[in-house]
């Protein structure tokens, strides 16, 4: 598509409930990240794509966060048990290559609220 | 460490009046990338500019304009004529390996 696209934009959800949010990247950007933006503060790295495979997911806070990207376009950050600490606001970026020379592209976001 | 900071939390301006945006960041790397993001009340994070390491020149698009020195570690950003449109906050970002350092961001409001 012609931008990062991520849905839901906004997802309520109650506590100890399992969510996922969606990211379609732009076609083509083999490189594809997830940040997550509390309120008030910059984005923090979670997880990044290369392809298919997570090359670097240090930034997930847990076990109960888990990214997937199985063929390399659409990626999926799922979350269990959500607690009230995960309400933030949920960027995808992506990129042609690892975004060293190239630019990176956010999504407009999808705004978790855990109630 | 790899680290961004933007000191002001908050700039309120009137329209047409300039604003710097302060930028200061820490990185043991000889070679990096600094950019420039705005985030409007819509939410998406909107590229402005990215300079890497070895580019000291000053930069300027339209009322935009950049200002790097490595000797004090800064990427200051200044809008000059500021119109309501600009209102949005805007962030600083280092990039290390693959992934960016933001900083807290900026707050711009500026009044008609």
């Known amino acids: 598509g012609a931008g990062v696209s991520q849905t839901p934009s906004n997802k309520v959800t109650e506590k100890g409930k399992y969510v996922e949010l969606r990211c379609d990247p732009i076609?083509?950007?083999?490189?594809l990240y997830w940040y997550r933006q509390s309120l008030g503060q910059g984005p923090e790295f979670l997880i990044y794509?290369?392809?298919?495979?997570?090359?670097?997911d240090s930034g997930l806070p847990n076990d109960r966060f888990f990214a997937v990207r199985p063929e390399g376009s659409v990626s999926t950050l799922k979350i269990q048990r959500t607690e009230r600490g995960d309400s933030a606001v949920y960027l995808c970026a992506s990129s042609k290559q690892g975004g060293q020379s190239y630019g990176y592209t956010f999504g407009s976001g999808t705004r978790l609220t855990v109630v | 460490a790899q680290k961004v900071t933007q000191a002001q939390t908050e700039i309120s301006v009137v329209e047409k009046e300039d604003v710097t945006l302060d930028c200061v960041y820490e990185t043991r790397d000889t070679t990096y990338y600094l950019f420039w993001y705005k985030q409007p009340p819509s939410g998406e994070l909107v590229f402005l500019i990215r300079r890497n390491s070895f580019d000291e020149q000053n930069e300027i698009s339209g009322r935009y304009s950049w200002n790097f020195q490595k000797s004090t570690s800064s990427f200051n950003f200044t809008i000059t004529a500021s119109q309501v449109v600009d209102s949005a906050v805007y962030f600083c970002?280092?990039?290390?390996?693959?992934?960016?350092?933001f900083g807290a961001g900026t707050t711009v409001t500026v009044r008609a």
């Open positions: 076609s083509g950007h083999t490189a």
């Open positions: 794509f290369q392809g298919t495979g997570a090359a670097d």
């Open positions: 970002a280092l990039r290390y390996d693959y992934k960016l350092s």
